[in-house]
C-alpha cells in the first residue's frame, strides 16, 4: 500500500492526528514537502505533542519516519525536535528517521529574508503574505536557483564550505538591499559546525531503502503539511506555502517518483479555518467568529495566531478534494459543532450577482460573497461517540449532506483530539 493522507482545506485540518492513528497499518510514514512552518498536534497515550519537521508517524514505535527531497530542514530547529521527543521518552535514531540526501537545508539567513520581506510588504502595502517567518518561500526560492544547500552535502562538510563564500556573497547582494548588515561566511559555516553533523547520521538514499522496503511488501504513508488551498500551484497564491502540498506530489517529494499511490485520504474538517492572510470566502467575523474559534481552540501550532475561522465551504471543499484526487476523506472536528442548533454550511459563492459553485481564480475569490444554507444541529455531546450508530440523526445527516455535496465518501468521523475519538463508518 501507498497511501497519501492530505488536508482538503487551507491547512490545519488534523492532518497529523489522522496520521498518528491510521499509521498503526503502515511500517513508513514519510514528509515529502514543506518545512517547519507545519504545526501538527498529535495526543496519544504517550502525552501530547506538536511536531513541526518530524512525520507524525515518529511517535509509533516500529514505524520508520523518512524525510523527501521535497522537504526544506531548518537543521537547528530539527535538532531541537529531536531533543524534546527525546526528553519525552520517544526514541529518535537512525534506525527510525531517515532523511533523504536530496532535501535542502533552510538556513539563518533564508529566515532573516522571509522576515526583512514580511516587514517590507507591511510598510509598502499593509498586506504581507502572512508567513509563518521560517524561511520557506525565501529556501524554496534558492532550491530552483540552483544555490540551496542539501543535507547530503553534510557529509562532506570541507567541500560544502569550499562552496559557501560566494553563495554568502550572492545573499548578502539581497541583504544589504533591505539595508541590513551583510553576513560573514564564518558566522554561517557556524550554522554547518553546530548541527551539521548531528543531522548527518540520519542521512542516506531514501529513494534507496524506500524502494526496497516498498518491494518487500512494506505497507508506505506519505504526509502532507498543509492543505490544498495551500498548494503552490494550485492554491490561493501568493497566500500559499511555497511547495506542492498535492497527494500526486507525494511520490516525488519522497523520493519514489517511480512508484504510485495506491490511494489518497483526504482530511476535510467539519468546518472551515484558516491562519494568516488571503481570501477566505467563508470567514465569519463577530461573536459568530469567536463562538467557533473558542469550539474548536482555533490557535495554531506553529505560531500560537488565531486562526480565522467559517462554516464548512462546499466550493472550496470539493476543489480541495478534487486536486487531492481522495477516494476516502476522513472529516474531522465534528464534536466542535456540538453546540448548535442550526449549523451554516457555506453552500455557494455570489459573485457579480450570480451563484457559482466552481472554486474560481485567487483574484476572482476577493469579489465572492458567501451563500449560507441552514441545517439543523444536534446540540448535544457527541465526543464520546465511538460507532455511527450512536450518532444523534442530525450528526449523521450532516455527514451524509457533505458526502452528497462534495461527491465523496467519508470513511473516518473525528470526534476529539485523542487517538481513539473516532468513528469508522463502513
Ligand atoms: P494539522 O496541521 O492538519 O495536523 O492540524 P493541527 O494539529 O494544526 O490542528 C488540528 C487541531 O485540532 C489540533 O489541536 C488537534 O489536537 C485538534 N483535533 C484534531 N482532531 C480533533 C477532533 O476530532 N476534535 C477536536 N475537538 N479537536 C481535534
Ligand atoms: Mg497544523
Request: glycine share 10%.
Amino acid at each position: 500500500m501507498l497511501t497519501s493522507i492530505c488536508g482538503i482545506n487551507w491547512g490545519d485540518e488534523g492532518k497529523g492526528r489522522m496520521v498518528d492513528l491510521l499509521s498503526e497499518n503502515y511500517d513508513i510514514v514519510c514528509r515529502y514537502q514543506g518545512g517547519n512552518n507545519a504545526g501538527h498536534t498529535v495526543i496519544n497515550e504517550r502525552g501530547r505533542f506538536i511536531l513541526n519537521l518530524l512525520p507524525s508517524g515518529i511517535l509509533r514505535e516500529g514505524v520508520v519516519c523518512v524525510m523527501g527531497p521535497g522537504m526544506v530542514i531548518d537543521l537547528k530547529h530539527l535538532s531541537g525536535e529531536i531533543k524534546a521527543l527525546r526528553s519525552a521518552g520517544i526514541s529518535v535514531s537512525p534506525e527510525n528517521l531517515k532523511i533523504s540526501d536530496k532535501a535542502i537545508i533552510t538556513m539563518p539567513y533564508n529566515v532573516l529574508q522571509d522576515i526583512m520581506e514580511e516587514d517590507r510588504l507591511e510598510k509598502a502595502t499593509g498586506k504581507p503574505y502572512g508567513s509563518t517567518r521560517r524561511g520557506i518561500a525565501p529556501v524554496y526560492a534558492d532550491k530552483y536557483m540552483k544555490k540551496a544547500f542539501r543535507t547530503g552535502e553534510l557529509k562532506n562538510p570541507e567541500r560544502l564550505y569550499r562552496r559557501l563564500p560566494d553563495i554568502v556573497e550572492w545573499k548578502n547582494m539581497t541583504i544589504k538591499a533591505y539595508g541590513f548588515e551583510p553576513l560573514k561566511a564564518e558566522e554561517v559555516k557556524e550554522y554547518f559546525e553546530t548541527y551539521g553533523r548531528e543531522i548527518a547520521e540520519y542521512v542516506t538514499d531514501t529513494g534507496a531503502f524506500l524502494n526496497d522496503a516498498h518491494k518487500s511488501g512494506k505497507n508506505i504513508m506519505f504526509e502532507a503539511q498543509l492543505g490544498a488551498l495551500r498548494d503552490i500551484d494550485y492554491g490561493i497564491v501568493p497566500y500559499t506555502s511555497s511547495s506542492s502540498t498535492i497527494a500526486a506530489y507525494a511520490p516525488i517529494g519522497a523520493g519514489v517518483p517511480n512508484l504510485k499511490l495506491t490511494n489518497s485520504i483526504g482530511i476535510m474538517k467539519a468546518y472551515s479555518s484558516c491562519v494568516g492572510e488571503g481570501p477566505f470566502t467563508c470567514e465569519y467575523f463577530g461573536e459568530k467568529a469567536e463562538k467557533l474559534r473558542a469550539a474548536g481552540g482555533e490557535y495554531g501550532a506553529a505560531t500560537g495566531r488565531p486562526r480565522r475561522v467559517g462554516p464548512f465551504d462546499v466550493v472550496a471543499s470539493r476543489y480541495g478534494i478534487r486536486c487531492q484526487g481522495a477516494d476516502e476523506i476522513a472529516l474531522t472536528k465534528l464534536d466542535v459543532l456540538d453546540g448548535y442548533e442550526e449549523i451554516e454550511i457555506c453552500t455557494r459563492y455570489l459573485l457579480d450577482g450570480k451563484e457559482i459553485d466552481e472554486f474560481p481564480f485567487t483574484d476572482v475569490l476577493d469579489d465572492c460573497k458567501p451563500v449560507f444554507e441552514k441545517v439543523k444541529g444536534w446540540n448535544k455531546d457527541i465526543s464520546k461517540c465511538r460507532k455511527k450508530e450512536e450518532l444523534p440523526k442530525e450528526a449523521l445527516d450532516y455527514i451524509r449532506l457533505l458526502e452528497k455535496l462534495c461527491d465523496c465518501r467519508i470513511k473516518y468521523v473525528s470526534v476529539g483530539a485523542e487517538r481513539e475519538a473516532y468513528i469508522k463508518m463502513y
